[in-house]
């Protein structure tokens, strides 16, 4: 089976034929969920069967559903989720409490995630929060420091795959300092590489066995200042794989971002070329999509091999009484209020 380093959004709540013909023809390893797809919990879990059943496989699908601001799955329908910040806010209390609080928090969105047929959460956020950044990271991070955010990120982490949902940690090697949005722009962190491996980078290092981590396209510019993370052989070689010892699935950032230049082939050659095992594409563009299928390559070697552990990351549900976790979540978060 020849299966495409490639992760696909689509256009609409239904799959379109020519969209059927074009995924089965391409067979990504994924898909990822967006609102424009989202309508109830009838509609998604028909969709979520209707693309495994196109690909004929178990495909990974993924959302971004952290909490807070970036959520997909929202009220009424689905439970409101606390941002990170919330949970930073808790370990300033209590930081025992804090872990077990997103633990808890991150198995009930495993909970309603595989209620829908989605086995993937594009989370948890290991940026941290720096004063003066462009606000895109924001209450999205678990904390301003290393420490925090390593043991609220793992507390995520083990949350999601208690309830059979994979994990995918971002933006590494850190998004939290850019003065720019990468949806709109390209952002240069200029400060000098060690003071990096000591912020920015060290949650990735404390988290460096989770199954996924997606890039950040964002140029740090005193160790390749030509290219983004997501294209640079030497942020991936040495710094994601090296000093941060990131060895699970590398993904991209989604290719569509206004960080990237060139062309679709170009954006998905040159960032599988610098090291990443798997592309990022969202929006369902079908000319898009297309080029992108042009600079794609199969799945093969230590890439394929990620790519499976990742999968297995989905294997294991633990009992869960989600009732009894969302009354403890709330009387913890009750504390804040207090």
């Not at 952290?66 to 910040?85: D, H, K, Y």
Request: glycine share 10%; net charge negative.
């Amino acid at each position: 089976m020849t299966i495409a380093s490639v992760i696909y959004g689509l256009a609409g709540t239904t799959l379109g034929p020519d969209e059927k013909a074009f995924f089965r023809d391409i067979d990504p390893w994924g898909f990822i969920l967006f609102a424009r797809n989202i309508d109830g919990i009838r509609q998604v879990s028909r969709l979520t069967l209707e693309l495994r059943d196109c690909i004929g496989r178990d495909v990974p699908i993924l959302i971004d559903q952290e909490g807070g601001r970036v959520a997909r799955l929202r009220p009424p329908t689905w439970r409101a989720a606390p941002a990170a910040e919330r949970f930073a806010d808790l370990w300033k209390i209590d930081a025992e409490m804090a872990i077990e609080a997103t633990r808890i928090n991150h198995r009930l969105l495993a909970h309603e995630l595989r209620t829908i047929g989605v086995d993937v959460d594009c989370a948890p956020v290991a940026d941290l929060r720096i004063d003066g950044a462009d606000d895109i990271i924001g209450d999205r991070a678990f904390g301003r420091t290393p420490e925090p955010v390593i043991h609220l990120g793992r507390a995520a982490m083990d949350g999601l795959m208690a309830g059979g949902v994979a994990p995918i940690i971002k933006h590494i090697p850190g998004h939290g300092r850019a003065l720019a949005d990468s949806h709109l722009e390209l952002p240069v962190v200029p400060e000098e590489h060690g003071l990096l491996s000591e912020t920015d980078f060290a949650p990735f290092k404390g988290l460096n066995d989770a199954p996924m981590a997606m890039t950040a396209h964002i140029v740090y510019a005193d160790i390749d200042s030509d290219h983004p993370a997501t294209q640079s052989a030497e942020l991936v070689g040495k710094v994601i794989r090296g000093e941060i010892g990131f060895d699970g699935l590398l993904m991209t950032d989604d290719l569509s971002m206004k960080a990237l230049t060139g062309t679709f082939r170009e954006r998905g050659e040159r960032s599988l070329g610098a090291g990443c095992d798997m592309l990022l594409h969202c929006n369902g563009d079908m000319d898009e999509m297309m080029a992108v299928a042009e600079g794609t390559t199969s799945l093969a070697g230590k890439a394929l091999e990620r790519a499976e552990a990742a999968e297995a990351a989905r294997d294991v549900i633990e009992d869960f009484d989600p009732v009894d976790a969302e009354s403890r979540l709330n009387s913890w978060l009750d504390r804040l209020s207090a």
